[in-house]
């Protein structure tokens, strides 16, 4: 990068972080430091639950995702706007009625402590793991720029986010998240700007969406009700709502956010919000995926997008199999341009039938391009059995630090640092708020003073912050990012949900039921999970309709168990 752009990066991380410790400063209680005084206007929450959800995966992963598979991701968030009101209605009004912390606190009133500790548990497991995926994302970006490795940018990531998470709280949090959504939404717009100014001069935007249509990237939506497919209108409909709505509703990362609102209407108001800008967000962010795989089909991409596990192909012992590898691909890069061009003269003549005829030579193109790309990655596992042989992560980072001009590059590293830091912040928040009010103060010290609990949270919040930046350091190795964050929640989101329903609309079942439940459910999803007996999304579905189902049939048993004398 140029020295303007590290200014940049600089300036706005120093911005950003020193901003939210002003406005967060006189956090001096436990009712400041995770709530904030519930003072917070709708539109910090919506910004603020947005920030928590959009991490640096979001800007990194989504456009790789789009480049390789295309725009069917979107369909995920399908069920966030029926989610959205669904916890307007119930959720928000009894946690604000109750007065609560936690999520977690209403569950011991409803039930028992042991229900409360176990819904905490799989809640700190979850967002333990998904927190550190969310740390690693951008250390990936100091790793390719420094050319160092991603355990020390890793380390200063989540030194940066435990530092003022620790001083300030959750209003340090919201602040921050405020401004860097702000920021996130200009540098987004810039970008697609970006990408189709650098397109060819003949080629504007809408031809470059009918040439990536055509090579199957511009297929949002499947109507076709298969389980075993990850990205159906279906799954996101259905699944995607209980997976929407138990992490909205249940997981303490996100609750927190709107339990900071100064209000019902407030807190309300900002889901709501949340709701209508989240859906097209996200439709931009894979759409700019879009637009760069269209814009690498006139210039070469990278055979492989990791610049550094291809560094290590090019120095070890294959480098002429790979060099070999290399000449193919740059012959078959070639022969894919002359049919592309062949594409764009058809679509100017506007006659269906031969532009339906060179669709399928495009794709037999691109097939053969990704079969060349696989032989790349067969000879890294031979010279390293554990190469990172998915660049998903890498696409759209290759694509701003090579072509993007000077200071816009600098700004959308910025964004990606932004997003990280946001989502991460919140997240250790979330499992210091957890880890206090229902672990600590319930379990371990029932009587401490306010003062002792606020140290408490600190403290907590270093620690899950150690633990965030160990699992980060092992996170090389599982693939797409964002795919793996929402699969890693759907193994627990979906029991979570359950038990808050059976909470809130089937009242003749006690905790005792519900716990047993709970339990035999998880370790169901966690086998359907391991086996891939369906698509990730689904086991949100059977997760909360086997605890719902199986708390009733057990409480039945215990109805009908005889009572013992006394």
Known sequence: MSVIDWTVLILTLVVIVVYGVYKSRGAHNIQTYLLGNQSLPWYHVCLSVMATQASAITFLSAPGLAYSSGMGFVQFYLGL????????????????RLKVYTAYEYLEQRFDLKTRALTAFLFLIQRGLSTGITIYAPSIILSTILDINTTYTTLFIGSLVIFYTVYGGTKAVSYTQMLQMSIIFCGLF?????????LPSDIGFTKAISIAGKMGRTDAIDLKLDLNNKYTLWTGLIGGFFLQLSYFGTDQSQ?????SGASVSQSRLGLLMNGLVKIPMQFLILLIGVLVFTFYQYNKPPIFFNSVELNKLEKSSYSTAFNEIKKNYNQAFEEKQVEVQRMNALLDQKDQAPVDQQRLVLQAADQKEKAIRKQVTDLMVKNDKDANTDDNNYVFLSFVTQYLPKGLVGLLIAIIFLASMGSTASALNSLASTTVIDIYKRLIKKDGSDQQYLQASRLATVFWGIVCIAMALYASKIGNLLEAVNILGSYIYGTILGVFLVAFYVRH????????????????IVIMGKLEFVAYLWLNVIGCVLVVLLAIGIQKILDLAPVKAK
Do not use: D, K, Q, S
């Open 81 to 96: 706007p029926l989610a959205m009101i669904v916890l307007c209605i119930t959720f928000v009004p009894i946690y604000h």
């Open 190 to 198: 810039l970008a697609g700007i970006m990408v189709v100014h650098l």
């Open 255 to 259: 609750v927190g956010r709107y339990l």
């Open 509 to 524: 079942v006690n905790g005792r039921a519900v716990f047993f439940a709970a339990i035999a459910a998880e370790i169901v």
